[in-house]
């Protein structure tokens, strides 16, 4: 009969748990579009939830994006010792976005240490074979690949790519393959099929299955389709934090 707010989103995060085979799921209260706060109390629930999970020289590869970027805040100093490592280069965002600023705030938050990508994200081909033996990006490679947590935002696919300004032609391709959610630089569809991949020096989806456990964060209406096609080739040691909009989309359109 009585049922509280709280009671009721824990009730849909253990379904969503239960339903997508998750490490863990994490809702907050609303639609994190509809209001800024949502989005803090969002990047404060995965800070809260990843201190729990420090370990004694944990590993931790970071992504970018504006939801990631709040997470420091909300970060305490550590007594552990920490190594944040940037899981993409440069992108044509925002400095603050950037994987490499959101590891050093993270690192500087916690007390930890960190190491960043030297390099532009996306990369042709030549350059992908000259970079990727440079001895300071094969260290980023190698920690990206042994690390023990991955924490990222799930974006949606055409903002994502007006964000970091493709190309006509490539935004004409995602239309074409129904594109819908991206994440680490690879576009999925609704069916999680992955429709374009930017050659990146960054993290590979492949290193993610060995991961002790991934962080993964989106809110906002408008994300809502993008999590649902991501959670069919999300990795079974996913810890999702989403809102409530989402949740309740999830639930009613597996
Ligand atoms: C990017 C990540 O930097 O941020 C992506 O590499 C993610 O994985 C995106 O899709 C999400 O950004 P935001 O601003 O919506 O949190």
Known sequence: PFMTTL???????????????????????GDADEDPELQQELSQLMAEEFQKMIFDNAIISVAGGSTMANVSQYLKPAEEN?????????????????????????AKATGGEHRVLYAPDSVGDSVYESLKDEPSIKEITELNRRSDYVMHG??????????????AAALSQLEADCAVGETFGYYFNAEGDIVRKVKTIGIQLEDLASKKAIFAVAG????????????????????????EAIGEFLLKND
């Open 7 to 29: 009671d009721r989103r824990s009730g849909l995060a253990l379904k969503l748990q239960r339903q997508y085979n998750l490490q863990g799921c994490h809702i907050i209260r």
């Open 82 to 106: 920490l190594l944040f490592v940037s899981a993409r280069g440069g992108l044509g965002e925002e400095v603050g976005n950037q994987a490499n600023s959101i590891a050093s705030r993270l």
């Open 154 to 167: 799930i974006g949606e696919a055409f903002m994502m790519a007006r964000r970091r300004n493709v190309e």
């Open 220 to 243: 906002g209406s408008s994300k809502k389709e993008a999590v649902r096609a991501y959670m069919k080739m999300a990795p079974k040691n996913t810890i999702l934090f989403i809102d």
